[in-house]
């Protein structure tokens, strides 16, 4: 079992930045993937990036060259680092670990880019 809490979500300007973290807690050592995924209104949840336990790294292509995922494995975080964000991008992003085949998910934080 794995519990992750997401953190960093709020309201940005056109163009800013924001950083989303995930800590997770219980059977994190059999974590194989951990990614972001996010749901924007009346849309599906769409794949954002993952980060594999081998620390390769992969982006949808609407955030290539924007956003960034990493991990710090001391503190159990997955980081997404998102720049030059767009009103497109606004939608709940939610933390995402698998084990096998088993999905755990996050809550999910809020992102809304407007001015």
């Known amino acids: 079992q794995v519990r992750l809490v997401e953190s960093g979500g709020g309201l940005v300007q056109p163009g800013g930045s924001l950083r989303l973290s995930c800590v997770g807690s219980?059977?994190?050592?059999?974590?194989?993937?951990m990614g972001w995924y996010r749901q924007a209104p009346g849309k599906e949840r769409e794949w954002v990036a993952s980060?594999?336990?081998?620390?390769?790294?992969y982006y949808a292509d609407p955030v290539k060259g924007r956003f960034s995922i990493s991990r710090d494995s001391s503190k159990m975080t997955v980081y997404l680092e998102m720049n030059s964000l767009r009103p497109e991008d606004t939608a709940v992003y939610y933390c995402?670990?698998?084990?096998?085949?088993?999905?755990?998910w996050g809550q999910g934080t809020q992102v809304t880019v407007s001015s």
């Open positions: 219980g059977s994190i050592h059999m974590i194989n993937r």
């Open positions: 980060i594999i336990s081998g620390g390769s790294t």
């Open positions: 995402n670990a698998a084990i096998g085949a088993a999905d755990y």
